[in-house]
Nanobody, 119 residues
Framework: QVQLVESGGGLVQAGGSLRLSCVAS????????MGWYRQAPGKQRELVAV???????NYADSVKGRFTISRENPKNTVWLQMNSLRLEDTAVYYC?????????????WGQGTQVTVSS
């Protein structure tokens, strides 16, 4: 069993910064990708950023140039540095880890951490 534990959320003023962390524990695997998703009230969960085990990254257009995802493979830890935060970044942020097994993607999720951006 895999547990993903997020930390680093909180309340910040617009224009400020936060750094989210996610650590995997339990039955650790080598995840093919780790990333961050977010869900705002009344909206669907959306991809924020993802990084593969090889270091390839992908970002949502809305966060490009402001957010940076990084990862430490041996420790199965992923971070999300969020700068120039905007009101619309307010959401619950979820850590995700994905593993490919026989052409099937197995996803693991954290419980989420709240990020609130105020004016």
């Amino acid at each position: 069993q895999v547990q993903l534990v997020e930390s680093g959320g909180g309340l910040v003023q617009a224009g400020g910064s936060l750094r989210l962390s996610c650590v995997a524990s339990g039955r650790i695997f080598s995840f093919n990708a780790m990333g961050w998703y977010r869900q705002a009230p009344g909206k669907q969960r959306e991809l924020v950023a993802v990084i593969t085990s090889g270091g390839t990254t992908n970002y949502a257009d809305s966060v490009k140039g402001r957010f940076t995802i990084s990862r430490e493979n041996p420790k199965n830890t992923v971070w999300l540095q969020m700068n120039s935060l905007r009101l619309e970044d307010t959401a619950v942020y979820y850590c995700n880890a994905a593993r490919v097994l026989a052409a099937t993607v197995v996803n693991y999720w954290g419980q989420g951490t709240q990020v609130t951006v105020s004016s």
